[in-house]
C-alpha cells in the first residue's frame, strides 16, 4: 500500500525547481544587476557549500545584516540548502543591540554588507562581508547543491521582534510555515510564474521577506528597492512593469505627500497592505490615486502569519475591515472570561493555522503565555466581527485607554481626527493621571498649524466627550520600526 508523502517543503525549493523549469528567466534584480533563476540557484548552492567549508552543521544559526539587495535571496536560498537557519537582523541596529541577537540565537557566523561595519559587533564568530571579498568567497565555493534534509516543521529562520516590552523575543519560523505562506500569496496576490513585484518593505522583516522571497519561489521576478523613495518606487514599478506590489500605510501616505496625482501604471493591477490598518481617508485616496488596480488589506503579525484578508470586491463596502480569515485559518473572537463574543462585541482574537510560528526561541514561558493548548495563538489584538464575519481591528489590547473606567480605543478617535484637513497623520495614546487614571492625548502631524480648540470642536461633534483628547501634541513625525507601525511606546515616553 502506498503511504502519501513526498519531499519536504523547504524555502530553497522553489529556487531548485525554477532553476531547472525557466533557467533563463530574470529572478532578481538589483538596479543595473540582474540574476536569472539558473544563477540565483547556482549562486545559492555556492553560499551552502561555503558555509559548509565553514564547519556549520545542521541546524546551526547564520546571522545576515543586510538591506534590500541582490544577494538576500541567494544567501537566504543558501542558508536553507545547506540545512541551517537564517537569523535576520535589522541593518538599524547599533553594534550593542545585534550583539544581543547573534548572541540569543546562538549564531555562529554573520554575514553582513561591508557598509555596515559600523553595527558589526566584536564578537567570536564567523564573518563574511557582503561586497568584494564575498565574491571571492563564493567563487572558490563548489557550485554542487548539497541537499542536506531538512523537515519541514523546523525553523528556516529565527525573526527577532521589536522588543515592545524588555528584549527582543526570537520567532521561530518554520520551513512548512513559510512555504505555504508563498504558495496562498502567490494565489491571492499574483506572485506566480510570469510576474513582476517589488521588494519595497526590508527583507529582514517578516512581511518584507515573505512577500519579496514569495516571487522567487513561485517563478516570478522581484526588484529590489534599496530604500523607499516615492518617486523612486512609482519609476520602478513602470520601469519592471510590476504587477504586484506590497506595502505600508507609511508607504501610501509618502507617495500621497510626495506626488498626489500619480501618473497611469499600465501594468500594476494589484496592491496588498499590511502592518497596522489603512486609514479610510487614505484608503479612499489610493483608489482615487490607482483607478482600476485592486486593494487588498490584510492582517497579521510575526507570530501568526497572515490571518486575514479583505478582497477587492468589498475594499470599499467594508472599508475599515480586515476582511475573513485567510486560507486554512481559524478564528476565534474572546471576552475577558476567555468565551466567544458575539457579533458586533469586542475580543481578542485568536487565530489557528499552518502558518503560525513554532514558538519563540529558548523562551517557553512567553510561548505559553499567548497560545492555547489545542494550537490557537493571539497577537494581543482586540476585533470586532460583523454579522457577516468581517473582522475590524479596533486596537492593541496594550493600547486600550481607561479614562475614569471607561475604555477608549485609540483608533476610533484616530480616524476620526484624520478626517480634519489639517491633519496628515496622529496617533492616540493614554498617559498617567492623577484624577482619571489615564488621559487620551493625540500626536499629531500637519499639513497647517493646528489648534487645540478647532480640533477639539471639530471632535466634540462626532465623538463621545470621553474620547476627545485632553491634549493635542504637534510632532514633526510619528516613530515607526520598519514595518511601518507607530511606536506608541516611545510617544508615552515624551516628556
Known amino acids: ?24 528567466v530574470i529572478a532578481v534584480r538589483d538596479g543595473d544587476r540582474e540574476l536569472t533563476y539558473a544563477a540565483l540557484d547556482e549562486r545559492s548552492s555556492r553560499v551552502a557549500c561555503g558555509l559548509l567549508a565553514l564547519g556549520l552543521r545542521h541546524g546551526d544559526r547564520v546571522a545576515l545584516l543586510c538591506g534590500n539587495r541582490l544577494e538576500y535571496p541567494e544567501i537566504a536560498a543558501g542558508i536553507a540548502k545547506a540545512g541551517l537557519v537564517l537569523v535576520p537582523v535589522n541593518p538599524r541596529l547599533t553594534s550593542p543591540e545585534v550583539e544581543f541577537i547573534l548572541q540569543h540565537s546562538g549564531a555562529r557566523a554573520l554575514l553582513a554588507d561591508e557598509a555596515l561595519l559600523g553595527a558589526v559587533p566584536d564578537v567570536p564568530i564567523k564573518k563574511i562581508f557582503i561586497g568584494p571579498s564575498y565574491e571571492t568567497w563564493i567563487g572558490v565555493a563548489k557550485s554542487e547543491d548539497p541537499w542536506i534534509p531538512v523537515d519541514e516543521r523546523e525553523p528556516f529562520c529565527i525573526a527577532y521582534t521589536a522588543g515592545t516590552t524588555g528584549d527582543p523575543k526570537g520567532v521561530l519560523i518554520s520551513h512548512r510555515s513559510r512555504c505555504l505562506t508563498f504558495y496562498a500569496a502567490a494565489l491571492e496576490w499574483g506572485l506566480g510564474p510570469g510576474r513582476r513585484t517589488i521588494a519595497v518593505a526590508p527583507m529582514y522583516h517578516g512581511a518584507g521577506f515573505a512577500f519579496a522571497y514569495a516571487a522567487v519561489h513561485c517563478g516570478g521576478t522581484v526588484s529590489m528597492l534599496r530604500s523607499f523613495d516615492p518617486h523612486r518606487l512609482l519609476d520602478m514599478i513602470d520601469r519592471d512593469g510590476a504587477q504586484s506590489v ?56 510575526t507570530e501568526a502569519g497572515v490571518v486575514t484578508n479583505l478582497r477587492p470586491p468589498d475594499a470599499r463596502r467594508k472599508a475599515g475591515s ?39 526561541h529558548e523562551n517557553p514561558a512567553a510561548t505559553a503565555a499567548c497560545t492555547t493548548p489545542d494550537g490557537f495563538l493571539t497577537s494581543g489584538d482586540i476585533v470586532i466581527r460583523d454579522e457577516e464575519g468581517f473582522i475590524s481591528i479596533v486596537d492593541r489590547i496594550k493600547d486600550v485607554i481607561i479614562t475614569g473606567g471607561v475604555n477608549v480605543y485609540p483608533r476610533d478617535v484616530e ?61 514633526p513625525a510619528l516613530p515607526r520600526n520598519a514595518a511601518g507601525k507607530i511606536l506608541k511606546r516611545e510617544l508615552r515616553s515624551t516628556p
Open 1 to 24: 500500500m502506498l503511504r502519501p508523502g513526498g519531499a519536504d517543503l523547504t524555502i530553497a525549493g522553489g529556487i531548485r525547481e525554477f532553476g531547472r523549469a525557466t533557467p533563463d
Open 246 to 301: 506590497f506595502l505600508v500605510p507609511t508607504h501610501a501616505q509618502l507617495i500621497r505627500a510626495a506626488s498626489p496625482a500619480v501618473k497611469k501604471l499600465k501594468t500594476l493591477d494589484t496592491l496588498y497592505f499590511n502592518a497596522a490598518a489603512l486609514p479610510k481617508v487614505l484608503k479612499e485616496w489610493v483608489f482615487e490615486a490607482f483607478p482600476g488596480v485592486g486593494v487588498h488589506e490584510l492582517y497579521g503579525s
Open 322 to 360: 480586515v476582511g475573513h480569515p485567510w486560507f486554512a485559518t481559524e478564528v476565534r473572537v474572546v471576552g475577558g472570561d476567555g468565551r466567544p463574543v458575539g457579533p458586533g462585541e469586542p475580543g481578542e482574537l485568536y487565530s489557528r493555522s499552518p502558518y503560525l510560528m513554532n514558538g519563540y
Open 415 to 475: 480616524e476620526v481626527l484624520l478626517t480634519h484637513p489639517s491633519v496628515t497623520e496622529c496617533a492616540v495614546v493614554g498617559e498617567p493621571d492623577d484624577r482619571w487614571g489615564e488621559r487620551v492625548v493625540a500626536y499629531l502631524v500637519g499639513r497647517a498649524p493646528l489648534e487645540p480648540g478647532v480640533l477639539d470642536a471639530f471632535l466634540r461633534e462626532r465623538l463621545a466627550g470621553f474620547k476627545v483628547p485632553k491634549q493635542y501634541r504637534a510632532v
